[in-house]
């Protein structure tokens, strides 16, 4: 039997609006102001009836240019994850210290936590997003974000880590022993939740209250929480943890705008410009703004189908992953409902938030200091090397191949979303050495004239036509690139 959502027949018709694509007027009045926030000076995103949005140069690129660095608007960790990165909560930097960095990870380990070796393999250098195609009017497609295969220090296999004591681990974690030259790497101070969660931690107080003030109030289980039964909140965490950590950052996209609502609201009460109750909706209506710029369907009729899933089992496949959703959504709006925001918490708008990431999000990667500081110790001097080896060898043959594990999470980035396809695109999703936070970056592939429009490749774009065809029609359209018009039979 299929879950019902009162709220989907009580708030119909303001569910429809909140769901209607912005304006072309809209969606460039928004973007404009983004870009110039963001001091993205090199591009502006345009819109027409024929091809949606579009990033396009407003000056030259040169080959590996930045183009674009974006600032997410909703992201978060992997809760697995988090065991072997402590990094911001807000912008994912790594925190700490590198002692801390690996004593934690060392203790983790030791309790049976660590991340496994098929996990390290599978994000260690790649990762993968998806975008809407706006040239099709929304169509699903997918990008791969490479990153440059670094050395790799020789350590112990997986299953032959060799364990520290435990006063050795303890003694890294509260500072009392030094690597040598960790100095090298050092790494912003720790600064706790302000609310007292003790899960959720920062690099700054900047971020700690940014993060509060966007997000993290709603879906802190702290005493300064201000979730209205922190129990369901921490059930549905772990329901997100136990299922699909998608609805993690569903969640602070729910409190994103109700805490956007009740920021306008303040002004306007301030101002005494509130009254009517459609006064209330055309307050939630801009608080939803952000979110009403990325392309969404409902989640269960746009993820994937599984590949032992066949096409007889899809309805049944499909039906199920809407009830998750609706388990999901039922827990998050015990611990979080808020009556003047009440259409947030309908299965239409909680499905679309769910499928605008599914369809839109770009794996969030953040390259590890760990790695960096074994591979500095690795190419030292041969006369220091020794010496520096005989303290860090240990700790790296303790953590074998999870030295190298680096931060993973997903994200929605709001300008990067609006990049189309080309199988010979002129740019790409690319950290470089200096990219150390959660922002997404964009690369020159080679020269970009003043007007031209900005592409990234959703898929290997070095396969043959037939099979680029094939990768790009599992989201719903056929590319029409140069390269596709000359490599067509």
Excluded at 155 to 167: A, L
Excluded at 417 to 439: I, L, T, V, W, Y
Excluded at 463 to 474: I, V
């Amino acid at each position: 039997m299929t879950s019902i959502c009162t709220l989907d027949v009580e708030f119909a018709d303001k569910i429809d609006t909140l769901l209607q694509p912005p304006s072309p007027h809209e969606v460039k009045d928004y973007f404009d102001k983004l870009i110039k926030t963001r001091q993205c000076r090199g591009i502006n995103i345009k819109q027409d009836g024929k091809y949606g949005k579009g990033v396009y140069a407003v000056t030259e690129f040169a080959e590996d240019d930045l183009v674009l660095k974006d600032q997410m608007l909703v992201g978060a960790q992997h809760s697995s994850n988090k065991v072997d990165c402590l990094v911001c909560s807000y912008c994912f930097r790594f925190i700490g210290s590198i002692e801390l960095q690996i004593g934690r990870k060392l203790y983790l380990q030791d309790l049976g936590l660590s991340a496994s070796k098929e996990c390290v393999e599978m994000h260690q250098h790649t990762s993968k997003g998806c975008y809407p195609d706006d040239s099709l009017d929304g169509e699903e497609n997918s990008l791969m974000v490479d990153h440059e295969n670094s050395e790799s220090c020789t350590s112990s296999d997986q299953d032959d880590k060799v364990p520290r004591p435990k006063e050795v681990i303890t003694a890294l974690m509260n500072g009392d022993l030094v690597l040598p030259h960790s100095d090298q790497f050092s790494l912003p101070s720790v600064v706790p939740c302000p609310g007292g969660c003790g899960e959720a931690n920062y690099c700054s107080k900047l971020c700690a209250e940014a993060d509060w003030e966007l997000f993290h109030s709603l879906l802190c289980t702290g005493e300064r929480s201000g979730s209205s039964c922190k129990e369901a909140l921490m059930k549905f965490v772990q329901h997100a943890n136990e299922t699909n950590d998608i609805f993690l950052p569903a969640a602070k996209a729910v409190s994103f705008t109700i805490l956007n609502y009740k920021k306008l609201k303040a002004a306007h009460l301030e101002n005494q410009e509130m009254g009517s109750e459609d006064n209330g909706f055309s307050l939630l209506l801009e608080a939803w703004k952000p979110l009403s710029m990325g392309y969404k369907k409902k989640w269960w009729n746009c993820i994937v189908l599984p590949d032992d899933v066949g096409s007889h089992d899809e309805a049944s496949f499909r039906l199920q992953i809407r009830e998750l959703a609706f388990t999901s959504l039922q827990l998050l709006k015990e611990a979080i409902f808020d009556k003047e925001c009440a259409p947030l918490f309908s299965l239409e708008i909680y499905g679309h938030i769910i499928g605008m990431f599914e369809l839109n999000n770009l794996d969030l990667v953040v390259a590890s200091p760990v790695e960096d500081y074994f591979l500095y110790i690795d190419d030292l001097p041969c006369l220091e090397k020794e010496k520096a080896e005989k303290i860090t060898r240990p700790f790296l043959d303790a953590l074998g191949d999870d030295y190298s594990i680096c931060c993973q999470g997903t994200a929605f980035f709001p300008i990067q979303s609006c990049m189309n396809h080309s199988c010979c695109p002129n740019a790409k999703a690319f950290k470089r050495e200096e990219d150390r936070d959660g922002q997404a970056t964009i690369i020159a592939l080679r020269p970009i004239s003043k007007g031209e429009e900005i592409t990234i490749s959703y898929i290997d774009e070095d396969l043959p036509f037939k099979e680029r065809q094939g990768l790009l029609a599992d989201y719903g359209f056929r590319c029409r690139c140069p390269k596709c018009l000359e490599d067509e039979p």
